[in-house]
């Protein structure tokens, strides 16, 4: 099945998704938005690398950078911070090219490599857009971060990529219904660009005053 282009939902999104399906939902079906530090941040890094005019090559290397894409299957598009073209025999034909490339996406994080999947599958689902594009097998890419200053390589399994078409199945399936989840307080709320919208210390104080109302009298 192919998604029609105007249910195409942001790729960027999974980050969300996987921090907090609520969030994902506050901002993408209900269209909120709030910016912290953290956020900030990571567009200035975002910024410096999503210009245009970066595009570069280098010896066997082609460099693009905010490369748009888009896979009609998982219904979503968006941009790969920067994809390398490498110079291979087994790689895939180019527009105006001779030479013959494997592609290699890098995505680039403020941060430090987290123990959450989210920067990982975030990087595989960019992979799958692309090898739908140029009808080739990916089967690498990486991640920098950019606080430590280093690359880290990712190796795109089939259980990522099961887990990916299943994410974006289950956002395509809220944003359908319209339905935002809802409030439950967690570690990641700390950190949340959108505590003061989302209020989730009421959402529990409110199910807490259910459960009191809830509870016979006498007991
Ligand atoms: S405040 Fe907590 S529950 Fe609300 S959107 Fe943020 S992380 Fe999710």
Known sequence: MEYAEEDYLMLSGIQHFLFCRRQWCLIHIEQVWAENLRTAEGRVLHDRVHDPFFTESRKDVLYSRAMPVHSGRMGIAGECDLVE???????????????????????????????????????????????????????????????????????????????????????????????????????????????DVCLPKLAKNDRAAQYNREIPEGL
């Open 85 to 195: 073209f490498q110079k291979s025999k087994s790689g895939v034909a180019l527009f105006h090219r001779e030479e013959l490339y494997e592609i290699y996406p890098i995505e680039y994080k403020k941060g430090k490599p987290k123990e959450s999947e989210c920067d990982v599958l975030q990087l595989t689902a960019e992979a799958m857009c692309l090898e739908e594009m140029f009808l080739t097998e990916i089967k690498e890419g990486a991640l920098y971060y950019g606080e430590v200053k280093s690359r880290q390589k990712v190796v795109f399994t089939d259980d990522m990529r099961k887990r990916v078409i299943e994410v974006f199945s289950e956002m395509h399936s809220l944003m359908n219904r319209g339905y935002t989840v809802k409030a439950k307080m967690t570690k990641s709320c700390n950190a949340c660009s959108l505590q």
